[in-house]
Structures are given as C-alpha cells and as structure tokens.
C-alpha cells in the first residue's frame, strides 16, 4: 500500500521554527516530484513549495519565499519542510503529495494525511 505520511507538526509561537517530514511506506520517493500544500479553515487549498525528483530544482510560494525550505533525503525516502519565522497566517494543515515523474507539483496523485501547524502566542 502506497502512502504518504506527515509529521512534526505542532504549536508555535510566532517567529518560531518547525520542520515537517514527509515519510513515504510503499513505494520509494527518488521517482517523484513532492510538494507541500496547506489548508487553513474556510480558504482553499494552496501549494506551498516542490522539489523535483533530484532535488536540484525547488519553488516556492511568494508568502513563504525567504522563510521556509524543502528539501529531501532520498536514501531516508523522505522530504523536508523547514519553517522558520512562523507567522500566525501560516497556521493550516499541511499536506505532502507526490507526483510520478514531474518537476512542478501541478500533477500529484498520491496524498499524505496532513499535519496541523498553528503559529499562536
């Protein structure tokens, strides 16, 4: 069974850091583009930052350029989302999702189950 998993998540004051991890069982990472995502309640979902297959090739979304950085670890199957100078906007549920051969993260088809960041003093 193919899965995503999402953790280190948590509460944190603003200006704080975390980094979130994104495990996958199943299947092995080094063949996908991974993303991160992020629902916060009553907005749409929105991309966060992807990585390419490699790793040579990331983005970023403008409200976390500066701020956050992906990055992966393919022998550990696994991808990072370091999150530093948190801000209160930046609470949602974060997401991983993989996507087969690709390098935007515009076509993902595997989802992890998310992990809620709140950024709250």
């Known amino acids: 069974q193919l899965q995503l998993v999402e953790s280190g998540g948590g509460l944190v004051q603003p200006g704080g850091s975390l980094r979130l991890s994104c495990a996958a069982s199943?299947?092995?990472?080094?063949?996908?583009?991974i993303g991160w995502f992020r629902q916060a309640p009553g907005k749409e979902r929105e991309g966060v930052s992807c990585?390419?297959?490699?790793?040579?090739?990331?983005n970023y979304a403008d409200p976390v350029k500066g701020r956050f950085a992906i990055s992966r670890d393919n022998a550990k199957n696994t991808v990072y989302l370091q999150m530093s100078s948190l801000k209160p906007e930046d609470t949602a549920v974060y997401y991983c999702?993989?996507?087969?051969?690709?390098?935007?993260?515009?076509?993902?088809?595997?989802w992890g189950q998310g992990t809620q960041v709140t950024v709250s003093s």
């Open positions: 990585i390419s297959m490699s790793g040579v090739s990331t």
């Open positions: 999702a993989a996507e087969l051969f690709g390098s935007s993260c515009a076509r993902v088809g595997y």
């Open positions: 199943g299947f092995t990472l080094k063949s996908y583009a």
